[in-house]
Structures are given as structure tokens and as C-alpha cells.
């Protein structure tokens, strides 16, 4: 399935009109075509929906899912919560994007009172994992201003050259000598337009016909007073006329589709454009400016044309900023406009280029990439729907509070809270936080004891006491894993305050590794600006073996296939290939063999640097041959001291969330925070957590 992002330029390239007839044009071609909105932009009079989606719907039977209201937008924004935002995005994304093959995404367009489109328009691009096409009008600009504008719209999806930047589709071009040479004129300013690194999509010529207003539309935007309406729902403003003159020099102008704007008090004026519509001339209508009514007499006298249909309004501006007025409203199509729709719709669809479209539209896209907010909006989903319990020992630490207040609200895990409950009442008021009813604080002392026989006979092999076995559950970390041993729970989650150590050591001897593991590792997953990546191990072996290693990333595949990552593992080392040497080097290389023994269908190569593996121009100017680099997607490092150093230089420095450390290789889900872990690192790894218990139930 394929998603096409409209990118404005500018304001009044038509980007609705555009969105109708590419619409139209797939699907003339063959393909299932989806709309989507993300962020509303309203207009002045617009009521209910979203304008784009109206005329979508009305015009060519598209529903789709309503946009995010600008005001939330703002305020979001404002809130610090742009994840929030694209999470949301996603989430009604998917809602149109089932069962198509290609889904439309309107951008939105530059405004003065909005100077974050821009930035907005990349990251719903980038959360969508869509391809670009941009959308321009050459309005007032000179060509070498308007191939200077696209270059630098472009540089927001990555640059004329990106892959993923298909091209441009040019609206409303007035050329005297016609659109073949106005295109070759553009060309000279931008070279690459029309190649296969930026195609031109379609060239549509301006029709001054289809940019008109209905004259009740010009009403309501300049909230004229209709002293007579008319016929103002089906005439049409072509040209405005401003009268300034005298009535001879005047008649010649009235033609069909003319507005005529002139004083009240302009007695023969009014005379002349009735006595014009009563010769069949059918005007646009009369505008009468600067709060002169017209003479009662007068009109009694125009009565026939007005019968005969002629608008007839007011305003109480003059006539200069009348004038001013009517040339500044915005003539894009009104909502309930759905004859012009149809006409624009029809008008495009001709002008575009569909056949690289159809082509490229065609052919099923190859691996998606997931996006941090797809990730984060799938993990959450998937979480809420495996509705898991979830013990957390660090019950009375302000963080986890915070998480599980969250997560019980959201529905992504039913948490229970190891602690005294009058401890965690006390830092929710100090702290702020709102306890829902439902969440559960379970006190230890009281608990304590009925774990203390079956602990027993679980470590019986060792010898363990109940006095040895009360004082260890003393521990709520111990307590919380005795309760996941013996079913009670789904999942536990710890860390905030606890070393991993602390975390794992309980896990090993009451819960054991699963079948065909013999060992304990983590993945964290690095959400890029523009994909999710999986890197382990970075928490809890210092200094694994090659069959360990390989093991490690046996696991790290298994992990990133369930949280819909799709993995080509890198076998990470200071060198690519046979390019060093050394037992280091070695180990690594023996880890890729035995690793690719175990699972000859998986992409996985080593070793690679990591700018070899990351890095598409590298990869293959190191690796050639590989498979995997330049385009990895699961990173293996050969040490702890590798790992957790490259994940927190570039969980800092790239300002990235980590979700994890998520333990692989344990019978049931036990996982271990970061002790610097912020609130919402806590609710994704309660997610994480939520999901592998969901996984591991079959």
C-alpha cells in the first residue's frame, strides 16, 4: 500500500482541487483510492467539517476520518506533546488506509497566523512513511523564485533527489506562449525537474472560469447585506468591475460574469447594469459600497431585471476598500460549491501525468518503514488489546505512579502497584497525579506470607528456609516475580530504582529462560526521527561469546518481528568484512556463521561498521554484496561496553526516545528500566511488556 503526501509550497496552489482530481485520476486507472486529512484548516463562514473532507465526500463518495481541529494542533504543540499528536495521526490514518492501494494525504497549507505547517507537513510525511509530492502555483514569483521555493521545499522530505520525493504537479499556470514553453523555461532554473529523481506529475493551466465565485459567496464573505438575491446561488463572478466612470464609458464592461461595484448613490450606474440584464446580459450582480442606500425610486423602476434574477447587495465599506476587499478574499471552492468541485475535479484529472504514478502505484511498495509515532500507536493498540496485568514493585517511587496512573487510564495495562497504599496516596498529592479507582496497590507486608511455601518449593533444590524465603520477599522485586512465577500477573516491570541486576537475578531463579534459550538479553528500540530500530545487547551481558552473541541476535529478530519492526540484522564491529582483523573482529565473524546456520532465511550479515550497516551509501561502497547494509534495521554489538554506549550517545545526542531495556530469552516477560527512565519511557516499557506476555500466551 502506498501513501501519497500533497505538500503546498505556497498558499493558493489549489491544494484541494489538486487532491479531487489526482483522486479521480487513479482511480480512473484502476487503483482503490483513500482520503485523508490529518490537521483541519477552516476557513472564514466554514461550519462542521472540514472543508477538504466535505468536498471529498460529496464530489467522489470518499469518507474519511475528521481532522485533528487546529486549535488542539496549537495547543499541543505549545504543550510540548507533538508525539501525542502523531500517535493520534496515525491512529486515524489507519482507519482509511485498510483494504486501498494508495491513500491521499492533504498537507497543510502556509498561513500567516500558522508558521508551523512547515515543520508539521515533515513529520506527518515522515510518521506516515509517505512519499512526497509537492504542489505549486507560480502566483506572483518569477520562475527563478518559484524553482527556488520547491528546491527548498523539497530539503524538508529529504531533497529533489530522495526517493521518496516523487515530484511536483504545477497549478494554475498563466503562460502566454503555452504550457510546453513555460515548463521548458522552468527547466532551465531547475534542471532536475522532469528526470527520475523529480518528475513532473502534471502541468495544469489556469481557467479564470473555474476560480469563480459564486456571487452569494462573495456575499457572505464581504457579510453584504442581499437587498435582492437573485439568482446569486447559480451566477458566477468572473471580473469585477469598479465604476468610477461615466455610464457610456461604463457599458461596454457589462458583460456576462461581471460584478458591478459602484456607490449607492450612483443612480445611473444602477440603471445601466439593470437595463444590461434586461438585454440578456447576465451580470454577476450589483455591489452597492460606501452605505448609500439606493434611491427607492430607483429600484422600483429595476424591478423587471430583479425579477429577472440580478443580485443586488451592500456594504457599508467605500469603494477602495471595497475594492481591496473583493481582490484579497479566498476563491477557493466553498464546501457546498459541489458543481465547481466536479468541473475542477474533471479539469485536473485531464492535466495530470498519471502513468509513472500508476506505475510506480502499482507495484506493492517495498518494506515500510516504521515510524516512531506507528510504533508507538501499534505497541499502545496491540497493548490495550491484550489487556494484561502488570506488576510494578517499585510501587511507591513517583515515576511509576505517574506511569501506572497513566497506563490504567488509557487502558494499556491493568497495573498493580506494590506498596504501601498510604505511601502512594501521599506522593499523588505532593506530586499531582490523579489515582484512578481502579487502580491496584497491593501493601507487601500483607501479601507477604502466601508466597513464602511456594517460594520454598520452587528453590527447594537449594535449600531455601522460610526464614530465608520471607526475608528475600522482603524484597518487592522478589515479591512481584513470585507473583508472575505463579500466574497472578502477566508481566513485571522494574528498574527505576533497582539495578538490573536486582531485576534479572529473581527472574533467572524463579522464572527461568524459555525453551531453546540459555541465556538473558535486551534490545531497546531507538525511535529515529524517521524509523524505529532495534539495538541489543545493551544491558546485560559485558562480554558474550560468538555463540552467545549469536543467540543474542536470534532473539533481537524474534523481538523486533513481534513489535512490527522487520529485521536485517547487523553484526556490529570496528571493521566491515575482512577489512581488520583480530579476536575481537573474529568473534564477531564466528557469531555471524552460526547465527546464519541457525536462521538461513534471515537477512544477516557481519561484521559491519556501523556506518556500513546505517548508512545506504556506505553499505554499499563497504559491502557491496550485503543484504543488509545500509539498511539495517536490528544492530547486534559485540560487548555491553559497545552497546550501552551507543545507545545512550544516541538516545542524547540524536534527542530520541528509547523504549526498553525489553529482557528477551525469560519463560515470561520480566523487564528492566533505566534507572534515568522518564515517565513515558515507564509506559512503554509497561506496553512492551503487556505485548510479550500477550505473545508468549500460545
Known sequence: MHTLFLAPSGFGGGLNSISLGLIRALESAGLKVGFFKPIAQPFPLDRGLERSCILVERTLNHSSPEPL??????????????????????????????????????????????NHTSRINSHLAKSLDAEVILIAAQGKDTLKRMAERLEIQAQLFGGTKD????????????????LPAFIERLKEQLPILGTGDFQLLGAIPFAEELNALRTRDIAELLEARIL????????????????????????????????????????????????????????????????FEPDPR????????????LPVMAVQTGSYDTATNLFGLNKETPADDIERATRVTEFIAKHLQPEYLHSRLSVPRGELRLSPPAFRYQLVKRAQEANKRIVLPEGNEPRTIRAAAICQERGIARCVLLAKPEEVQAVAREQGINLPASLEILDPEHILNRYVEPMCEMRKAKGLTPEQAREQLADTVVLGTMMLALDEVDGLVSGAVHTT???????????????????????????????????????????????ELAEIALQSAESAVALGVNPRVAMISYSTGSSGSGAEVEKVVEATRIAQERAPNLPIDGPLQYDAASVLSVGRQKAPNSLVAGQATVF??????????TYKAVQRNANCLSVGPMLQGLAKPVNDLSRGALVEDIVFTIALTALQADNQKG
Not at 73 to 93: F, P
Not at 510 to 522: F, R
Open 636 to 645: 547486534i554489538f559485540p560487548d555491553l561496553n559497545t552497546g550501552n554506549t
Open 69 to 114: 481541529p487546529l486549535e488542539q494542533v496549537e495547543r499541543q504543540l505549545a504543550d510540548g506533546e507533538l508525539d501525542l499528536l502523531l500517535e493520534d495521526v496515525v491512529s486515524r490514518y489507519q482507519q482509511v488506509a485498510a483494504g486501498k492501494d494508495v491513500v491521499i494525504v492533504e498537507g497543510m497549507v502556509p498561513t500567516r497566523e500558522f
Open 228 to 291: 435582492h438575491a437573485g439568482e446569486a446561488e447559480q451566477r458566477r463572478v468572473n471580473k469585477i468591475l469598479l465604476c468610477a466612470r461615466a455610464v457610456p464609458s461604463t457599458v461596454p464592461l457589462l458583460e456576462p460574469g461581471v460584478l458591478v461595484v459602484t456607490p449607492g448613490d450612483r443612480d445611473d450606474i444602477i440603471l445601466a447594469a439593470c437595463l444590461a440584464s434586461l438585454n440578456g446580459v447576465k451580470l454577476a450582480g450589483l455591489l452597492l459600497c460606501s452605505d
Open 501 to 547: 541486576a536486582n531485576t534479572i537475578r529473581p527472574a533467572l531463579q524463579l522464572i527461568k529462560t524459555a525453551p531453546g534459550y540459555s541465556l538473558v538479553s535486551s534490545v531497546f528500540f531507538m525511535l529515529l526521527p524517521d524509523q524505529v530500530l532495534v539495538y541489543g545487547d545493551c544491558a546485560v551481558n559485558p562480554n558474550p561469546n560468538a555463540t
Open 298 to 309: 430607483i429600484m422600483e423602476l429595476c424591478k423587471a431585471a430583479l425579477d429577472g434574477g
Open 163 to 178: 526517493p521518496k520525493v516523487l515530484g511536483v504537479i504545477l497549478n494554475k499556470i498563466k503562460s502566454e506562449d503555452g
